[in-house]
């Protein structure tokens, strides 16, 4: 067999391979036959690749299943504490890190928050609360998979931290400090990006396939499914519709640009105006989103107007964004999506008053499922993604 014959049975090999575990994964438990018959590979081709995936602990066989006049066949199932993933959201005012089994189910979870910590400082927090999650990590034949960070800045195609306006970072390489540090595959990921790909496979976004996903926290960052992908642009640096203008000659934004949506639309928005207007918080207590969040819940007007117009702004940005995309779904995540029900009534008000008659047809606008969750989530399964495909072409190859 010549190189090119090699190479092309090689191929051919990983693909069926993965198609044979994607089949298996998301069809557990499903028969040798029942892979073959949908797949529509040859019986003996299956038995060999899941031979491998069986020899490589990523699925299991289980009892027998109801037979259809035969001998009862054995099933197969994906083995999804095979491995872990730990996905990390790194916020500009906290650090939330969850570990996943290979499924991303939640097994442990940890969050601190913070403010206004040096580079150094949230590094030394980082590396905390990921030598927490690994060693919270049950006995598993592959360990710790992979580490996901998602940040709230432009990240290149490569997982370099170019810039982060709201954590005064520029042109910043975590990706190679942690794989120095843990000798682990890091995936560093924009957290909007990760967001949006959390609510597809995990949360509100399951049913829908053209899905912009806003996360409102200090900043606003925008994750873009479009049919079915998350689309990145040519360079990685697509979404960063927080910083698209939406009042000339506004303020001056951290990024340089003036009247920029997250100036009057995201968390810090919000307690910047609460600063403003004096709320009477208690002795021990300052202006931050949760303290907010408990006088609205106490009735308090004056904070329950500020929500209102804070969702009156997103509602602003989202006609913007509807207009450009036509999505089918809006889902507003990150820490503002606990405000649900003070922004609800304005920025559907909004947006019912000015999106295009055509675009509110088939639009659907939710609030996140996971709250929090959506960015570490999406980064442990890009952690697990790129593993399983990593095995199976180290496998493919032998």
């Given at each position: 067999?010549?190189?090119?014959?090699?190479?092309?049975?090689?191929?051919?090999?990983?693909?069926?391979?993965?198609?044979?575990?994607?089949?298996?994964?998301?069809?557990?438990?499903?028969?040798?036959?029942?892979?073959?018959?949908?797949?529509?590979?040859?019986?003996?081709?299956?038995?060999?690749?899941?031979?491998?995936?069986?020899?490589?602990?990523?699925?299991?066989?289980?009892?027998?299943?109801?037979?259809?006049?035969?001998?009862?066949?054995?099933?197969?199932?994906?083995?999804?504490?095979?491995?872990?993933?730990?996905?990390?959201?790194?916020?500009?005012?906290?650090?939330l890190g969850v570990l996943t089994d290979l499924d991303g189910n939640i097994y442990q979870e940890?969050?601190?928050?913070?403010?206004?910590?040096?580079?150094?400082?949230?590094?030394?927090?980082?590396?905390?609360?990921?030598?927490?999650?690994?060693?919270?990590?049950?006995?598993?034949?592959?360990?710790?998979?992979?580490?996901?960070?998602?940040?709230?800045?432009?990240?290149?195609?490569?997982?370099?931290?170019?810039?982060?306006?709201?954590?005064?970072?520029?042109?910043?390489?975590?990706?190679?400090?942690?794989?120095?540090?843990?000798?682990?595959?890091?995936?560093?990921?924009?957290?909007?990006?990760?967001?949006?790909?959390?609510?597809?496979?995990?949360?509100?976004?399951?049913?829908?396939?053209?899905?912009?996903?806003?996360?409102?926290?200090?900043?606003?960052?925008?994750?873009?499914?479009?049919?079915?992908?998350?689309?990145?642009?040519?360079?990685?640096?697509?979404?960063?519709?927080?910083?698209?203008?939406?009042?000339?000659?506004?303020?001056?934004?951290?990024?340089?640009?003036?009247?920029?949506?997250?100036?009057?639309?995201?968390?810090?928005?919000?307690?910047?105006?609460?600063?403003?207007?004096?709320?009477?918080?208690?002795?021990?207590?300052?202006?931050?989103?949760?303290?907010?969040?408990?006088?609205?819940?106490?009735?308090?007007?004056?904070?329950?107007?500020?929500?209102?117009?804070?969702?009156?702004?997103?509602?602003?940005?989202?006609?913007?964004?509807?207009n450009i995309f036509n999505p089918q779904q809006v889902i507003i995540g990150n820490r503002m999506?606990?405000?649900?029900?003070?922004?609800?009534?304005?920025?559907?008000?909004?947006?019912?008053?000015?999106?295009?008659?055509?675009?509110?047809?088939?639009?659907?606008?939710?609030?996140?499922?996971?709250?929090?969750?959506?960015?570490?989530?999406?980064?442990?399964?890009?952690?697990?993604?790129?593993?399983?495909?990593?095995?199976?072409?180290?496998?493919?190859?032998?």
């Open positions: 067999m010549d190189a090119n014959q090699t190479w092309n049975h090689h191929v051919v090999k990983k693909g069926n391979k993965s198609l044979v575990l994607d089949k298996i994964k998301n069809n557990s438990p499903i028969s040798r036959a029942a892979v073959a018959n949908q797949t529509g590979l040859n019986k003996g081709t299956v038995s060999s690749l899941v031979s491998e995936l069986l020899e490589d602990h990523l699925i299991y066989e289980s009892g027998p299943g109801e037979s259809s006049g035969g001998r009862r066949p054995v099933m197969l199932l994906f083995n999804k504490f095979a491995g872990y993933s730990i996905g990390i959201d790194l916020g500009v005012n906290y650090l940890k969050i601190m928050s913070f403010k206004n910590l040096s580079y150094t400082e949230i590094e030394e927090n980082l590396f905390n609360i990921i030598d927490f999650l690994i060693s919270s990590a049950p006995s598993s034949p592959h360990g710790i998979v992979g580490i996901g960070v998602g940040v709230p800045g432009i990240v290149d195609n490569n997982g370099d931290i170019l810039l982060a306006p709201n954590l005064n970072w520029t042109n910043v390489n975590l990706k190679t400090t942690l794989q120095k540090k843990y000798n682990l595959p890091v995936i560093i990921e924009n957290e909007a990006n990760a967001g949006a790909y959390g609510e597809k496979r995990f949360g509100a976004g399951k049913e829908f396939d053209n899905i912009i996903y806003v996360s409102a926290g200090i900043g606003i960052g925008v994750g873009l499914i479009l049919n079915g992908s998350l689309y990145k642009g040519s360079n990685g640096f697509s979404g960063e519709l927080g910083h698209m203008t939406i009042q000339v000659n506004g303020s001056k934004c951290r990024c340089g640009n003036d009247g920029c949506w997250e100036l009057y639309a995201s968390e810090q928005a919000l307690i910047n105006k609460a600063g403003l207007l004096e709320i009477p918080f208690p002795s021990d207590k300052e202006g931050d989103l949760n303290n907010l969040v408990t006088l609205a819940e106490n009735g308090n007007k004056e904070v329950i107007s500020l929500f209102e117009q804070t969702g009156d702004y997103l509602g602003v940005g989202i006609n913007n964004i509807i999506a606990s405000s649900k029900k003070w922004l609800k009534e304005s920025l559907n008000k909004r947006v019912t008053n000015q999106a295009l008659w055509f675009q509110r047809s088939d639009l659907q606008i939710d609030f996140s499922e996971l709250s929090t969750l959506s960015s570490a989530l999406g980064v442990a399964a890009f952690s697990i993604e790129n593993f399983l495909s990593v095995s199976i072409q180290q496998r493919s190859v032998i």
